[in-house]
């Protein structure tokens, strides 16, 4: 199974976890709370932070934003979708600027992409690998622009059945795409935990041999370290600096205390997994001396007497005859006298 490698880590089966911070539009379009959102990412021990690459001409069409559909509020004093979508789009100068304060702290910085000159913007950019975004599983002109880019590329599945994958990943394959990471992923705001199904995580593992990560929406930290305990390589969450701040994915998102969490929890996850190869190491074989059990007399028993299985308990430590082992001495006879509760040595017997 071929691993990514982003930023110079490598990701993929026996790989620590890779925490992506999903920053998304949760900048609302304030720069200096973007720069926030970057330094708390850093901080909360995050590998990368992830933006969404469109702005109001590539997303939405002109039919739509005179529907006034509206993503999160219908209060009809909020924003219309247009403003919403103008107001949170990151410009070209924007993602210079973005790049730069990533590199500058040294966190991975890449986006989801799309259309075509975003992709040559986030080319421009040299960002190490490209998010596909869950909606665009079925945008097989943007995959095959995408894939020409030969950077790794990490394809959101949310929304899209098992065929659709197949389809998508036979055109980034033929269009020469880099390495592929697979996200499981459930495309609900919030995902109640039991839509999750984060056995799928094993599915897409067995039916496309690619590395699978996990693309959380669930409230909180617990199923994304459940997700790394059944194998996800990569895990992204949206990121906040507070989720009672207006915009489309606050409410639903990781705030620093719970990345941190996510971190420093899911690396202690993959630790843990350690091997499948069942061993008792050094430290527990020596536990085993002060915590099993040897022989002892229940009597006190002459020498020359025969030992029976009834003449005997066994006891801490664990360093002598142990319990498993009665059938070697039963119907032995005694080499010296033995007094009640003394230990038994195989040097006792004939």
């Known amino acids: 199974m071929e691993k990514l490698n982003i930023g110079g880590k490598p990701i993929g089966a026996g790989e620590p976890p890779y925490i992506v911070a999903e920053i998304g539009a949760n900048h609302n379009g304030d720069m200096k709370l973007c720069q926030r959102l970057i330094e708390a990412a850093k901080d909360s021990g995050a590998d990368a932070v992830k933006f969404q690459s469109w702005s109001k001409e590539s997303l939405i069409s002109r039919a739509e934003y005179a529907r006034n559909t509206r993503y999160v509020s219908h209060d009809k004093k909020a924003p219309s979708l247009e403003e ?24 991975d910085f890449f986006s989801s992409c799309f259309s075509p000159d975003e992709v040559d913007l986030l080319e421009s950019l040299d960002v190490p690998a490209y998010m596909i975004a869950s909606m665009d599983v079925n945008h097989l ?9 030969a950077k790794p590329i990490i394809l959101s599945t949310g929304l899209a059945t098992l065929g659709e994958i197949e389809t998508a990943l036979s055109v980034l394959q033929r269009a020469g795409s ?29 039916a496309f041999g690619l590395p699978v ?50 971190v420093e929890g899911g690396r202690d ?82």
């Open 84 to 107: 919403a979508v103008e107001q949170y789009q990151l410009t070209p100068r924007q993602h210079r600027d973005v790049a730069a304060y990533c590199h500058e702290l040294r966190i």
């Open 141 to 149: 002109p943007l995959l095959e622009y995408v894939a020409k880019t």
């Open 178 to 206: 880099g390495p592929v990471l697979l996200l499981h992923c459930v495309s609900l705001y919030p995902s109640p935990p039991e839509i999750v199904h984060l056995n799928n995580i094993g599915t897409l593992q067995r």
């Open 213 to 262: 990560g996990y693309s959380d929406h669930t409230i909180g930290s617990a199923i994304p370290l459940a997700a790394i305990a059944l194998g996800a390589c990569m895990i992204e969450k949206h990121f906040t600096l507070d989720k009672k701040l207006d915009g489309w994915d606050h409410a639903v998102s990781a705030d620093p205390a719970e990345l941190r969490l996510i």
């Open 269 to 350: 996850v993959f630790a843990a997994l350690g091997s499948t190869v069942r061993t008792v190491s050094e430290a527990q074989l020596e536990k085993r001396k002060a915590f099993r059990r040897r022989m002892v007399a229940r009597r006190s028993i002459a020498k020359g007497e025969v030992l029976r299985p009834q003449d005997v308990d066994f006891k801490r430590p664990g360093t002598g005859i142990g319990p498993d082992e009665i059938s070697y001495v039963a119907g032995r006879v005694l080499t010296r006298d033995i007094e009640a509760e003394q230990e038994l040595e195989w040097t006792d017997f004939i």
